[in-house]
């Protein structure tokens, strides 16, 4: 077999099970050494020995792969400079960081607190741009000493739940797609080093959706395995895809898709009296591609 990320050195948070896991397995496979991020249970900030992390590390070294486990809160500034650190004084360098770990906190807008808008904000927002951050730092200054692309890659993690709009998940559709505008710009920022920025709206059964759709079956939990979606992970963290960026993916065991992003429709001249709009704004709409459903087709 090819091995695609032969060497390569690749940081995956939220690793310690579900969709991250699977990307940790199958870059491992494909010759990475990996950085296994989780929070874990008790956080004691050094990352040693933590529990699903550390059962993700002991896999890639039974498969005679490198793996090293860390259990940095990724939105914590500090915790976050310290992965970055741990990949390079650990493996050398690091040329991968796919910002994977997240959490919900479901509920109707009426009925959201505070709280839960601001740990699902926390964790998917700043748990992607701290970590991007501190990786984006460090190509930048291997990019100025070495005069060379460092051939970087951030894979972010956003949901159909933002970029089309699941009911129910404000807090989470708004990190989602945050995620989404955020990678389009960092993508632009990091070109000049060699770095690429692209996002997965992934789809698997795992701890964080299991209990939202129809019961389990095998047969479901074959279709929807997170197994599925480790593919374009690893092609993305190649050295192949150089010349992909910002780029959203779908991913799921029933598709592989691109979706495509916010484009300007129907446009007028500016009208400064609001009492004549009502027509021209109707006639606009009615001309306008209507937004997206869940399954990424027009609602009707
Ligand atoms: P999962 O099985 O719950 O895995 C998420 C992992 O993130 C957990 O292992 C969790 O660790 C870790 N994590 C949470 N907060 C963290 C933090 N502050 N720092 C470090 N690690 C943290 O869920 P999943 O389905 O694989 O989700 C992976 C990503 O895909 C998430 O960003 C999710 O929003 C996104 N996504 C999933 C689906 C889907 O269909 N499954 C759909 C759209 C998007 P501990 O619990 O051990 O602390």
Redesign the pocket.
Known sequence: MARLCEGRVAIV?????????EYALMLAEHGAKVVV?????ARDGNGADI???AEVVAEIKAMGGEAVAN??????WEASKAMIDQAVSTFGKLDVLI??????RDRMLVNMTEAEWDAVI???LK?AFAPAHHAAAYWRDLNKATGESVNGRIIN?????GIYGNIGQTN?GAA?MGIAGFSIIASRELRRYGVTVNC??????????EDLGPPVTDERREA?S?RWIAPIAVWLASEESAEVSGRMFEA?GQTLAIAEGWHRGPTVKPVSDPTVLGPIVKDMVARARKNAGMDGQDLD
């Open positions: 948070t939220g690793a310690g099970r579900g969709i991250g896991r991020n989780d929070l874990g249970g529990g699903p992390a259990g940095a809160d990724v939105s914590d910002n994977n770990a997240g959490i919900l926390k964790v998917h748990g993690t956003s949901s159909v739940s989470y989602k997965i709206a992934p789809g698997a059964l795992t701890r964080l959706t929807m997170p799921s």
